[in-house]
T-cell receptor, first 119, second 112 residues
Framework: EPEVTQTPSHQVTQMGQEVILRCVPI?????FYWYRQILGQKVEFLVS????????KSEIFDDQFSVERPDGSNFTLKIRSTKLEDSAMYFC?????????????????FGPGTRLTVL | AQRVTQPEKLLSVFKGAPVELKCNYS??????LFWYVQYSRQRLQLLLR??SRESIKGFTADLNKGETSFHLKKPFAQEEDSAMYYC??????????????FGQGTILTVHP
C-alpha cells in the first residue's frame, strides 16, 4: 500500500539556521499539507497546497516558513531561520482531493513525521 | 473559529469493558468529524469519519449536533486498541476545506 514518506526522521539544528523538511506524498494525490505538534500539545495545521500554490495557511505559518513542490514527487517545508519554539514533530499529509464539490473532506494520509530539535 | 476538545488525556479500561472517548467541538458551519488513531511507533491514520457512518474495528461514533459531540465508543475493548486517539474537525464546503483541527488526544490503555 502506498504511503507518505518523510525525511529525515530527526533533524537537529542550531537556532537561526535554515532547515528543509522533505516529504514524498502518495503519487496520485493532488493536495498536500503540513501539520506540526509541539511536545505535549495538539497537532496544528500549518498549510495546505494545491496546484503549486498555497490554498490556506494558519497564523503560525509566517514569513519564516515556505513550501515548495520542486519536482513531481517532493513536497518541502522550509524554515528560514529557526527559533527554539520551532522544535516540534512535523507531519506531512496528502489527499487525492480536498473534497470540494463532493460529499465530504477527502481522507488525508499522514507521513511518520520529522522530529525537529532547535538548540 | 473551530475548536475540538477531548476532555480526557488518559483513559484506562480493562479488556472486555466498554470504552467511550469523548469529543466536543465548536464550529459555526457544518462540520465534518473524524477520529484518527496513532498506535505505538506508527503514523496517524484515519479510524472513522461521521459521513461514512461505518464501524471500524468495532468502534462507532455518532455526530450529535445538539450537544456538539462526536464521542467514540466500543462495547468491548481489546488490548490492541491501546493507542492515542485524536478527534478532528474539518469544515464542510467552508473556507477551511481540507484543514483539520485536532483535539489534544486521549491515550487509551486497555489492561489485560
Amino acid at each position: 500500500e502506498p504511503e507518505v514518506t518523510q525525511t529525515p526522521s530527526h533533524q537537529v539544528t542550531q537556532m537561526g539556521q535554515e532547515v528543509i523538511l522533505r516529504c514524498v506524498p502518495i503519487s496520485n494525490h493532488l493536495y498536500f499539507y503540513w501539520y506540526r505538534q509541539i511536545l505535549g500539545q495538539k497537532v496544528e495545521f500549518l498549510v495546505s497546497f494545491y496546484n503549486n500554490e498555497i490554498s490556506e495557511k494558519s497564523e503560525i505559518f509566517d514569513d519564516q516558513f515556505s513550501v515548495e513542490r520542486p519536482d513531481g514527487s517532493n513536497f518541502t517545508l522550509k524554515i528560514r531561520s529557526t527559533k527554539l519554539e520551532d522544535s516540534a514533530m512535523y507531519f506531512c499529509a496528502s489527499s487525492v482531493s480536498s473534497g470540494i464539490g463532493t460529499s465530504g473532506t477527502d481522507t488525508q494520509y499522514f507521513g511518520p513525521g520529522t522530529r525537529l530539535t532547535v538548540l | 473559529a473551530q475548536r475540538v476538545t477531548q476532555p480526557e488525556k488518559l483513559l484506562s479500561v480493562f479488556k472486555g469493558a466498554p470504552v467511550e472517548l469523548k469529543c466536543n467541538y465548536s464550529y459555526s458551519g457544518s462540520p465534518e468529524l473524524f477520529w484518527y488513531v496513532q498506535y505505538s511507533r506508527q503514523r496517524l491514520q484515519l479510524l472513522l469519519r461521521h459521513i461514512s457512518r461505518e464501524s471500524i474495528k468495532g468502534f462507532t461514533a455518532d455526530l450529535n449536533k445538539g450537544e456538539t459531540s462526536f464521542h467514540l465508543k466500543k462495547p468491548f475493548a481489546q488490548e490492541e486498541d491501546s493507542a492515542m486517539y485524536y478527534c478532528a474537525l474539518s469544515g464542510l464546503r467552508g473556507t477551511s476545506y481540507g484543514k483539520l483541527t485536532f483535539g489534544q488526544g486521549t491515550i487509551l490503555t486497555v489492561h489485560p
